[in-house]
């Protein structure tokens, strides 16, 4: 399956699934969910990894809120299972980053993966607001 299959596998799932997909110049998968906007980054040279992204949704100001940053990244990633938080520039992103063999396997976690991904947002964010 090459990457414009999978794109469009992804967009007719969350479209059957009630979403509002759209594949971008990029042929990635975007949609909105809870007024947050997510992505499903297709991997061109691996058929097997999905990957659902978060991004931008903490910016960093500074450096000492930087550092803040790193330490509940890595506070967040470590609570939840199968999601990362890390800082891209001067912004936080989160992911969760899984294999599915056959590809199609994705729909069987789809939901779940949303679930943690934002569950790590919001360990992220309640570390944020217990370190300021």
């Known amino acids: ?3 414009e299959e999978r794109a469009i596998m992804y967009r007719d799932y969350l479209a059957e699934e009630g979403y509002s997909p759209k594949i971008d110049d990029d042929g990635d998968v975007t949609f909105k969910a809870e007024g947050r ?3 499903i980054i297709v991997d061109e040279k691996d058929d097997d990894f999905f990957r659902l992204l978060f991004p931008n949704f903490w910016s960093i100001e500074n450096e000492e809120e930087r550092r803040q940053v790193y330490i509940a990244a890595c506070e967040a990633t ?3 299972k199968v999601a990362k938080v890390f800082p891209v520039r001067d912004d936080t992103w989160a ?3 899984i294999f599915c063999s056959p590809p199609e396997m994705f ?3 789809f939901e779940r993966s949303l679930m943690a ?3 790590s947002v919001n360990a992220f964010k309640g570390h944020m607001q217990n370190n300021s």
């Open 37 to 39: 906007r997510y992505f």
């Open 95 to 97: 992911s969760v980053e």
């Open 117 to 119: 991904l934002r569950a």
């Open 107 to 109: 729909k069987n976690v």
């Open 78 to 80: 470590a609570e939840t």
């Open 1 to 3: 399956m090459n990457k």
